[in-house]
């Protein structure tokens, strides 16, 4: 009987300690990709990228790149959709929420002739921040 208990514990042992490192790695997630600095498209992005984060319970990230950059940078006046929010309200909701945005540090540098401390609160630029978003597991990518 004895036995029998020690080879149930090591069964449920060895199961549960191969299950965790995949249920870590399964984590779903969804990753937008904004190349346009376009109010409409990048108002969908994030609120299409908010609703599936919140309605499916996935992890979130917004990637903002080329053109895109210039929605994240604090110093320029924020544009407005035509509901009333601006984009930075939209980005502050999505952050506040549990998402995570991300913008390109070569991008900010060419493009939006920006450094990080243009970016707005909450926003971070790091080298292969979007390339690590972006090929995590079990990763759903939009682009806009």
């Not at 506040?96 to 990080?116: F, N, R």
């Amino acid at each position: 009987m004895r036995n029998i208990l020690v080879a149930t514990f090591v069964a449920l042992a060895l199961l549960f300690c191969n299950a965790a490192p995949g249920m870590a790695e399964s984590q779903r997630h969804v990753f937008a990709n904004i190349t346009t600095n376009d109010t409409n498209r990048a108002a969908m992005a994030i609120q299409f990228t908010r609703a599936i984060m919140k309605n499916k319970g996935m992890q979130a990230t917004l990637f903002f790149n080329t053109y895109g950059v210039e929605l994240v940078h604090a110093g320029k006046p924020s544009p407005r959709y035509a509901d009333g929010q601006t984009i930075a309200d939209m980005l502050r909701q999505f952050m506040d929420e549990g998402g995570t945005v991300l913008a390109c540090p070569m991008c900010m540098k060419h493009v939006g002739s920006m450094t990080t401390a243009d970016l707005l609160p909450g926003v971070s630029a790091r080298e292969g921040g979007g390339v690590e978003a972006v090929t995590r597991p079990d990763t759903l990518v939009l682009s806009y």
